[in-house]
């Protein structure tokens, strides 16, 4: 399944989820049973393999794969190009300037690689925008490829093979491989077993909030102090502390998360106390 040339940087995989396009439309290429005891797959097609190599390796989405959590496979893309010179792109019909990748090439590498259970990615800047949400989301799927386009982008034709397009953010790239690293690293650390569970329910944009601030020590630095509360040893205080710092954080730097958001009845009374503190210019000790 996964083919010739494929840069494997842990073992085969396994999980649960379905694609977001139907099934019969995803079925197209004969299935490989699923290897037991590995939760995801992530197949990644790429005119620039070595891109992934350090990247994928290191921290984090090295321990998930080491642990057999995840198995994120790199495909050249060229494997599947066209004659003699592995072509994988040409010039655009109408003019212009640049590369556009040809839909016979990609279409030879999902017939290679999918799945009924794949979901296929492509990053583009017209795609939804990348969010936690969705992270959650595909970190339930069984199977992920992910399709890194160059140059002046793709085939229009190639978007018919997709299951979803992914942007994150509103800039230009050489390509899609950093698009691709962003959404595999958010994904593997959601992973059950990735990293300690507490860790990802209090992280920025779980709960729809920027995570509060965090202090080690040493206790003073530079004039500043850790907050006395911190130290106090009473643990509600502390989860208040931080909801009404998380609160703080949101509506002074992301203000628009908080449109539309339904506050529950303590949020609403530490975001109004908040307001009116900036409005009195006194802020909470030590807080940053």
Known sequence: MSGEGAAVLSGAADSAASADRPAEATAEAAPEAT??????????????????????????????????????????????????HKTVDDYTYGGGAGMVLRPEVVAGALAALRRPDSTVILPDPGGEVFAQPRAHDLATRRHLIILCPRYEGVDERIRSMVDLELSIGDYVLSGGEIPAMVVIDTILRL??????????????????LLEYPQYTRPPEFNGVTVPPVLTSGHHEAVRKWRLKEALRRTWRRRPELLEGRQLSSEEGKLLAELKLEDDEGTETPGRV
């Open 35 to 84: 290897a037991p005891g590995v939760p995801l797959e992530i197949e990644i097609l790429t005119l620039f393999p070595g891109m992934f190599a350090g990247a994928l390796a290191e921290s984090i989405p090295g321990r998930v794969q080491s642990r057999g959590l995840a198995a994120v496979r790199i495909h050249d893309l060229r494997q599947w190009g066209l004659g003699r």
């Open 191 to 208: 992973l059950p077993g990735a990293i300690d569970a507490e860790s990802t329910m209090e992280e920025s944009f779980t709960a729809g």
